[in-house]
């Protein structure tokens, strides 16, 4: 079996595993069609710094890149998670320094909006705004954003489909491309016991922002690695050491809260990390007032 055919098995299991059978048709499909496909980049959209520099970077000479694309549909925190992306390009650094450029293009519909989160959530990498979606009248994208980020080689041909930050696999198999299986292995397995996976924050305001803390100790024999932690809504920041835990010892993953509406709120966060379980579900709440 050949990488392309080997790659469009990969993805039509990962994203049909419990697909019904006209979604399963339709992800095959896609797949299928923009594997090998070039994407085009239009050279007169607006380069924005979230750091203030006014001087454009020279792009790197890398062998890949992860290109994204965010429309205007819906709602922008949801949609585009910053963080989760810093999290994602500072791990790819780390393991294969140099061999991959990241391309955001985005097509705002309230710009202010967008400038905020990035700014909110430190993100310090430039981005194209693209108000008139010429990126994507060049390119027709998949409307679902599970399939509007693309890995791609030097000339921009399309390698791999899919979005990271939404499906740990995905990333998994960004990985296994770029550095070769060696860079998809996961470290050896341990266990892990969290103090409270639900805790319940007092004095919720709307608007303002509140943190909680769980405590997670390595009760295994390996150390344990927090590949990432997801919280699914920009309202919901998690921080976490980025260093192993060794065995016995304990850590903890702060998550900043920011209600946006009043009333009940809950929140879940999944942390991924080398347990036989994969992963951890922590959950916050509590009541918002004005």
């Known amino acids: 079996m050949n990488m392309k055919r080997l790659i469009l098995f990969i993805l039509t299991g990962i994203f049909c595993l419990s697909c019904q059978d006209e979604k399963r048709t339709k992800s095959e499909n896609i797949v299928k069609e923009w594997i090998g496909k070039t994407i085009l980049l239009p050279s007169d959209v607006e380069l924005y710094h979230p750091e203030g ?9 890398s062998r890949y890149k992860i290109f994204l694309y965010t429309d205007s549909t819906g709602c922008t ?109 996961g470290a050896p397995l341990t266990t892990v016991e969290v103090g409270k996976p639900h805790l319940e924050i007092e004095n919720l305001k709307k608007g303002q922002e509140s943190s909680a803390v769980f405590t997670l100790t390595n009760t295994g024999q390996q150390p344990l690695v927090i590949a990432r932690v997801d919280a699914y809504c920009g309202c919901t920041v998690p921080l976490w050491d980025k260093q192993p835990i060794s065995p016995q010892r304990w850590t903890e993953i702060k998550v900043k809260v920011t209600p946006e509406q009043p009333g009940f709120f809950e929140k879940t966060v999944t942390v991924y990390c080398n347990t036989k379980e994969q992963s951890v579900v922590l959950k916050i709440s509590g009541m918002v007032d004005q």
């Open 53 to 61: 520099d006014s001087v454009a970077p020279q792009p790197p000479d």
């Open 77 to 185: 925190s949801c949609k585009l998670k910053p963080y989760l992306w810093s999290q994602f390009i500072e791990e790819i650094d780390s393991l294969m320094p140099g061999q991959v450029e990241f391309i955001f293009y985005f097509h705002p519909k309230d710009r202010r909006e967008l400038t905020f989160l990035l700014k909110r959530d430190g993100f310090r990498y430039p981005v194209f705004i693209d108000d008139e979606n010429k990126i994507d009248k060049q390119n027709h994208f998949p409307s679902e954003m599970e399939y509007q980020c693309f890995l791609l080689d030097r000339e921009n041909h399309v390698l791999s489909i899919g979005n990271p930050t939404l499906n740990p696999k995905i990333g998994d198999l960004y990985k296994r491309i770029i550095g070769g299986d060696d860079a998809a292995k």
